[in-house]
């Protein structure tokens, strides 16, 4: 009896509770809890993850942001966007004057020619449009070694291996592997030799354009999973501010919250609050801690991507060169992505790379397939259809040239060569110090002291022919050492010391790594400055 009493109490309950939401009063008074609830929820775990301390420090950037936001709508006034436009117009001008060459010699092809054209034409023509545009003349063409990274040259010989293979595949197309059998094969040959390298032998994984797309497809892979296995309908990925900007690319494509955790400035390394690794990043060339991040994945039960696309066949080949290394690849339990460039230091031609997971399950979440299209069933494994089987084949020919002896060699002289300028700086450069412990390839270096600007350094360089990176967040500089830089280790030394010695109490100049890298930090409208500037130097590459 009481049993029944107690659920007519329940109706009755629920019935009022019903009749009350029926009214305007009532609605608005649920919809006013339920938002409540919802965002007292995100604080909750925003705090939870972040600690008060940080949670505050967030909150105040969060303010900060909207006073830029209002001075840059005074921005708008006409007397100051007046002269913003002039400055923004004078700076968009030298960015086309640098990247496109005007003049009445110039030759522009703007429309198909009426007539095709012959070989011997063709051949001639780009041989012109080289010299028009300074592509093989000066210091600072790429083949003097005073490039950072940008190209990974593996050599004439290997050049022409990669071209025969080119020429024998250049029609062939991996979505079709009924025709392209034998690119087919080379792709999961490409696969499998990573693996082995990553010391997975039974993971799987897939081909990319490059190092981006294998980031984004991680991220695609791991929000699918995260959907499916854990109803995570709102993901979030929590990455150090040294991460490529390929996973902020995904979290923008891919509706995924980025949570960026900053870096210790001396260390270089990221409090272990974060699951996305690198080994190693590009800014500095240090390594994150894999094994203390993989025991955090393992005990919230998350995916840990290591992002291996600049460290490629470098790190893999560190210890038995006889560099120090701490363990980073699938060996490490919790480890369950990890992106290989083969175009860098594996010296395949441009445009491809590998993701690789800890197994083929994984894999599933990375493919997109539609089996209800008019053309029937479609799939494919990443963001392409279509896609060259001419690069699969350079690069499955470049590896089988290389060899573990090819890059082994390849390994001890790019690191010997970093090393020798990490300890140039250190030894000989007082007013510059390094940034870090870095493991591999990439060493950057900041000022020491208020009278030596780095990026005046940086711009000194470039007069010396070197083609440097500026780096923010600190200001500094950096190089990434390639097999062509090996050979001009000294030189390098020894301009940067008298490019330092030029910076000295010198009036910071108008060079592009002071002029973009400097307006970033020079005022709270600094950023969206420079993110216009980036934005003209986009079209400007698109300049016939």
């Excluded at 604080?43 to 909207?66: D, E, I, K, M, P």
């Excluded at 830029?68 to 030298?94: G, H, Q, W, Y």
């Excluded at 197309?173 to 690119?183: C, R, S, Y």
């Excluded at 120090?324 to 395949?348: L, W």
Aim: charged letters at 20%; proline letters at 5%; one cysteine or more.
């Amino acid at each position: 009896m009481s049993l029944l009493a107690g659920a007519r109490q329940h109706r009755a309950l629920v019935v009022e509770t019903l009749r009350s939401l029926a009214t305007f009063d009532g609605l608005k008074g649920f919809v006013f809890y339920y938002v409540v609830i919802s965002y007292a929820r995100k604080l909750f775990r925003h705090v939870r993850a972040r600690g008060l301390v940080t949670s505050v420090t967030q909150w105040w950037r969060a303010v900060s942001r909207n006073l830029k936001s209002a001075l840059l709508l005074t921005m708008r006034l006409p007397s100051i966007r007046s002269k913003v436009d002039a400055e923004m117009a004078k700076a968009t001008k030298d960015i086309e004057d640098k990247l496109v060459r005007r003049g009445p010699t110039v030759i522009r092809h703007l429309s198909l020619p009426e007539e095709g054209q012959s070989p011997e034409w063709i051949l001639e023509e780009m041989e012109r449009m080289d010299v028009e545009t300074g592509g093989t003349s000066g210091n600072t063409h790429w083949q003097t070694g005073k490039l950072s990274g940008a190209v990974y040259h593996g050599g004439k010989d290997l050049e022409e291996v990669i071209v025969a293979a080119y020429k024998k595949y250049v029609v062939s197309n991996p979505l079709h592997p009924d025709a392209f059998p034998t690119v087919r094969k080379m792709e999961a040959e490409i696969v499998s030799m990573c693996l082995r390298m990553f010391n997975n032998p039974t993971g799987a994984g897939t081909t990319t354009s490059g190092g981006t797309e294998s980031i984004v497809m991680s991220c695609k892979t791991h929000r699918d999973w995260a959907r499916d296995v854990k109803g995570i309908t709102e993901p979030e990925m929590v990455i150090p501010s040294s991460a490529h900007p390929a996973f902020d690319k995904g979290g923008a494509y891919l509706g995924i919250k980025i949570h960026h955790v900053p870096v210790d400035p001396v260390t270089r390394k990221v409090d272990l609050k974060k699951i996305v690794g690198s080994c190693v990043n590009f800014p500095d060339g240090n390594m994150d801690d894999i094994t203390g991040l993989a025991a955090l994945a393992r005990r919230y039960k998350v995916g840990l991507h290591v992002d291996c696309c600049l460290g490629s066949f470098i790190v893999p080949f560190l210890e038995k060169a006889g560099f120090p290394i701490t363990p980073f690849d699938f060996r490490v339990d919790g480890v369950t992505a990890i992106s290989c460039d083969t175009h860098k230091y594996g010296f395949a031609p441009k445009g491809n790379s590998v993701i690789m997971y800890r197994d083929a399950e994984l894999r599933k979440y990375q493919y997109f397939v539609y089996p209800d299209w008019a053309g029937g069933a479609y799939g494919s494994p990443s963001l392409a259809g279509s896609r060259p089987g001419a690069l699969i084949a350079g690069t499955w020919a470049t590896m089988q040239y290389m060899g573990q002896d090819g890059y082994l060699k390849s390994c001890r002289s790019i690191v010997t060569c970093a090393k020798t300028i990490e300890a140039g700086i250190r030894e000989e450069i007082p007013e510059l110090y390094v940034l870090g412990e870095p493991v591999a390839s990439c060493v950057a270096f900041a000022s020491n002291t208020p009278s030596v600007n780095v990026l005046e350094v940086g711009d000194i360089m470039s007069t010396k022919g070197w083609h440097l990176n500026g780096l923010s967040n600190p200001a500094a500089v950096h190089i990434a050492c390639t097999r062509l830089t090996t050979k001009m280790t000294d030189q390098f030394i020894q301009d940067l010391k008298e490019s330092v010695a030029e910076a000295k109490d010198k009036p910071a100049g108008k060079g592009t790594m002071v002029s973009i890298y400097g307006l970033n930090v020079s005022s709270p409208v600094g950023p969206a400055l420079v993110s216009r500037l980036a934005m003209a130097f986009l079209d400007a590459m698109y300049i016939a």
